[in-house]
């Protein structure tokens, strides 16, 4: 019941965020023809244009003269690196907020906190759709590259696809746990989005700063990590040792901090 | 300890540095009704809020059918028809959706109670909440605190926003399930109306129910209270020998432990030709007076 109550609250966000991605996806897949054509004419110089290893790393690889290689690389960077993490993570922050924080604003905690049911059960079932609503969408859209990359006349397989989304999925789901454990310490929501808010501007900062950039979250999730899963040279099992394993224990981390919080509201 | 559905002893509950609770006492008895009374910021939401497991006391004890109710709260829930005194409910539901969701949890349900309010309420549940005036809103609150089929009932102000037909439909609902069995513990401001319904009152003095001999005091204290009503100008009375006056919305309030001088008293405002003369009662109001006389409101 919970459950059904919290999804309706949400589909609405979840069907906008789903097509703002997928809108995303059709406009950089149209283009890469023009971004093709450009690079034949030669347009190598722009490489020394771009400030950042990593984007003159992304550029080069979407500059190969291997146009599958290319079309990997492309979507590594727009579909993952940019849209996932970018519209995603903006997903969970918009869905979390409200967990808790919006049943304190607009009073409907007591009445929530009155049935007879425990904390947990809430925030599992709270935890339950909002993860379901941002992490489908992801899916999805990620899992729709392959029909239309053979449309295309690439070729782009299925599995490390999925992997990938898994991937992103964890990153934007360590999002979402941190935004409902702040619901359940802060008042309102605009205190939440405002203190997650805070938090990935810092890590954006951290990661476009040398020197410093290795110990942003973003390293866990960025072009680096996508283009090896889409040119099947990172399994799964490295990915989640190497990456996949800090992700999780951040998740699990989170959910129990939110629902030790949870458990200690006093109205 | 056998015969009480709800037993309370010793509990304590500070917001910071304002202590509201100070080891209270409460005990509440199979298919009894208790008012419970006191001004704004006694306490008596968070007493109320303590017993569901809302708010967390810093020590005491709660049992309610025998069974420590603040170490299960989900289960003390599930045996409580729980009002709070904000109406909150979900706004983007309708009427049905919030009576549905709001019921879901419990076990068991009143049909015929759930039934009674709905014809006796008459809410539009097909209107999203949103569109309820606050009088409907709490009408809704009160099908859901009511409808479960559960031995006590705890509700904070029910009155709250409800027109005078209202209340007494309310009455007689309540006075319904009193004669099914259920135990109904209810805070209100509306003095009068709690002491026609309830069999007994608890006044919550300084975080604690008032010692019923405190209460007992200030009553037989009002009782040798003298009240007379003039219309117009008041008339010159001197204050006879060993009586206390006081004049309190155009009333005249004489107050006097010698049983002679009160005759007098009586004697001297028949003469001056009152509107009205009373002795020998303790108006509610009056007690409620008396015994917050000096306490400061404080806002819950």
Redo the contacts between chains.
Sequence with gaps: ?IAR?TW??VRGMTFAYFLILELLLVLTLLYWPQLRQAIDKGMSGLLDLIPVDFAKRMLKDVMSKDPDFAYRAYIAAEQFFRSVNVIGISAAVLLGTGAIARERE??????L??????RSRILRDKTMVLAASTLVPVFASSLSVWPMARLQGYEIAAAPLLLASLHGSLFILLFLMLTIFLSTCFKTQVHVAFAVGGFIVMEVGIFFVKGIREISLFRLSDYDVYMPILSGTLGFADLFLSRGIWLLAGIVVLYLLARHRIT?I?? | MKDLLLSVRGLAKSYGRTRVLAGLDLDLGPGEMLGLVGPNGVGKTTLL?CL?G???PERGSVVLEGRDALADP??T??RVG?L?G?T??????TGKEALD??L???RELDEETRDLCLEVFRIPLRRKIRSYSAGMKQQL?LTIALSPRVPLLVLDEPDKALDPSVRGKLRGICLDLKGKGRSILVSTHHLEELERLSDRLAFLVRGRIADPREVDEARKRLERRVRGRFSGKAPKLSTPLGCTGTIRDGEFLFETEDSEARVALIDALMEAGPESLSFGSAPLHELYDLLYAGDPEVDE
């Excluded at chain 2, 909150?88 to 539901?93: A, G, K, N, R, T």
């Design positions: 019941m109550k309706k609250e607009n009073g409907t905690l007591e009445f906190f009155s049935r007879p049911v425990s200690r006093d109205l | 809020r569901l809302l708010a967390f989900v289960w829930r599930g729980y709070p904000e909150s409910l979900y706004p983007q539901m969701f709001g879901r949890f419990h609150a």
